[in-house]
């Protein structure tokens, strides 16, 4: 009778330790996929101010140039409210 308890305790170690392997390697996926997630965000958004900068530059020079407001707004498609805050 001892030999089958201790079996059963083995058994049920072993399924345990088998289980906090699972849990650790899902949670490194769970970390790797956070810090993909925060890698392309920060991407995502330097890459939308670069081209927030660049629509500033060439509203500017536009403006520079002669062009009216209205005009620069349709042609870069931007609010014209953005065109005012650009040329501050």
């Known amino acids: 009778y ?17 289980y906090d392997r699972s849990e650790r390697a ?8 956070k810090d993909e997630l925060e890698k392309a965000t ?11 900068e660049t629509k500033k530059n060439i509203a ?3 403006y520079l140039k002669g062009m009216n407001k209205d005009t620069i707004a349709s042609i870069i498609d931007v609010d014209i409210k953005d065109i005012d ?3 501050e």
């Open 60 to 62: 500017k020079s536009m």
């Open 42 to 52: 920060i991407k995502l958004v330097a890459r939308k101010e670069g081209i927030e």
């Open 26 to 33: 899902q949670m490194l996926r769970d970390a790797r996929a």
């Open 2 to 18: 001892l030999d089958d308890k201790s079996m059963v305790i083995r058994e049920a170690a072993s399924m345990l330790s088998e």
């Open 85 to 87: 805050k650009y040329l």
